[in-house]
């Protein structure tokens, strides 16, 4: 029996590396019966058949996983956004940060294409909540090596909207990798998909990290759902004043005697994180529990 990590699922099969080697292995069925599929950076237990190849015989307790993309045993989500084509959207980061937040993943934000303009006003929204960002080049290096730093002993991935350059980001810390880049579309406003599925990549010091495939929107649907009396913690510059509601059950969208309410008009909360997490509250409101139970195995 040998012990490694999935660093590829594509058509069935599962690349496991093993330490010496990568083994292209197929799943026992008992997977498919449970329906719980193995899913990259699953660490697992295979046997090793004669002909090299070999089969997953069992999938080791998972810290996190994720539905979009298909991950699991994350340490790190880079939430990566762009100058421009498409410009930063505060939505989309803080429901990414929410989602990382509700899974006990560190979420980092990643500026890329400083050479085109200045993020200092958004970046700043961030730095004020206690996020790390990094505002960065794919195209000049400007910024990356503290990216390379936090890599290090520990299994990261790389999201964001399409034509944000997580590819051409990635390339830049890795040039051995050389990952396929798309051009923007300057009609769509946004870039043709050019990863195709979730890998993991050796970043060297022990790490992993993900080029995972890009989308153009958050769809409440068909992402990672969190309970919505749950999205309070995912709001990080919230926890100083939870318990702090006039009435217990204040879902902090505008109540009566909101401390967090209280928070934002005396500015010590970013009105664009409170106003995204009213939208977020709403939209999860219209799932019942069982609905999010579902969608989230």
Same mark, same amino acid.
Request: net charge negative.
């Given at each position: 029996?040998n012990?490694?990590i999935?660093?590829?699922a594509?058509?069935?099969f599962?690349?496991?590396?093993?330490g010496?080697?990568v083994?292209?292995?197929?799943?026992?069925?008992?997977?498919r019966k449970s329906n719980? *599929?193995p899913?990259?950076g699953?660490?697992v237990?295979?046997?090793? +058949?004669?002909?090299g190849?070999g089969v997953?015989?069992?999938?080791l307790?998972?810290?996190?996983?994720?539905k979009?993309?298909?991950?699991?045993?994350?340490?790190? +989500?880079?939430? #990566?956004?762009a100058y421009s084509?498409?410009?930063?959207?505060t939505? #989309?980061?803080?429901?990414?940060t929410?989602?990382a937040?509700d899974?006990n993943?560190?979420?980092i934000?990643v500026?890329?294409k400083c050479?085109v303009? *200045?993020?200092?006003?958004?970046?700043?929204?961030?730095?004020?909540?206690g996020?790390r960002?990094?505002?960065?080049?794919?195209?000049?290096?400007?910024?990356?090596? !503290?990216?390379r730093?936090? +890599?290090?002993?520990?299994?990261?991935?790389? &999201?964001?909207?399409?034509?944000v !350059?997580?590819s051409?980001?990635l390339?830049?810390?890795?040039s051995?990798?050389?990952?396929k880049t798309?051009?923007?579309s300057?009609k769509?406003?946004?870039?043709?998909h050019?990863t195709?599925? #979730?890998?993991?990549?050796?970043?060297?010091?022990?790490?992993? #990290?993900?080029d995972t495939?890009?989308f153009?929107s958050?769809?409440?649907?068909?992402s990672?759902?969190i309970?919505?009396?749950? +999205?309070q913690? &995912?709001?990080r510059?919230f926890?100083d004043?939870?318990?702090?509601c006039?009435?217990?059950?204040?879902?902090?969208t505008?109540?009566?005697?909101? &401390?967090i *309410?209280s928070?934002l008009e005396?500015?010590?909360?970013?009105?664009?994180?409170?106003?995204?997490?009213?939208r977020?509250? *709403?939209e999860?409101?219209?799932?019942?529990?069982?609905e999010?139970k579902?969608?989230?195995?």
């Amino acid at each position: 029996m040998n012990k490694g990590i999935i660093v590829k699922a594509l058509s069935g099969f599962y690349y496991v590396d093993i330490g010496e080697a990568v083994i292209e292995c197929r799943a026992r069925g008992l997977f498919r019966k449970s329906n719980d *599929s193995p899913l990259v950076g699953d660490n697992v237990e295979i046997d090793v +058949l004669p002909d090299g190849s070999g089969v997953v015989n069992s999938i080791l307790p998972r810290k996190n996983s994720l539905k979009r993309p298909p991950i699991a045993n994350i340490d790190k +989500l880079f939430i #990566v956004s762009a100058y421009s084509t498409p410009a930063p959207n505060t939505f #989309v980061i803080d429901s990414m940060t929410a989602i990382a937040e509700d899974k006990n993943i560190e979420p980092i934000i990643v500026f890329n294409k400083c050479d085109v303009g *200045s993020f200092d006003d958004i970046a700043d929204i961030y730095k004020k909540c206690g996020f790390r960002v990094y505002v960065v080049s794919a195209a000049t290096g400007e910024g990356i090596d !503290g990216i390379r730093e936090e +890599l290090k002993n520990s299994v990261s991935v790389f &999201a964001g909207n399409t034509g944000v !350059g997580k590819s051409s980001l990635l390339n830049a810390l890795f040039s051995d990798l050389l990952l396929k880049t798309g051009d923007v579309s300057e009609k769509l406003g946004r870039g043709r998909h050019t990863t195709r599925h #979730v890998q993991l990549f050796s970043s060297g010091d022990n790490g992993f #990290v993900a080029d995972t495939p890009g989308f153009s929107s958050i769809d409440i649907e068909e992402s990672d759902l969190i309970f919505k009396e749950n +999205l309070q913690f &995912a709001f990080r510059e919230f926890s100083d004043y939870i318990g702090g509601c006039k009435f217990t059950s204040c879902t902090h969208t505008g109540e009566r005697g909101c &401390a967090i *309410s209280s928070a934002l008009e005396r500015g010590e909360i970013e009105a664009s994180r409170y106003e995204n997490y009213k939208r977020l509250y *709403s939209e999860l409101s219209k799932f019942k529990e069982w609905e999010i139970k579902g969608k989230t195995k």
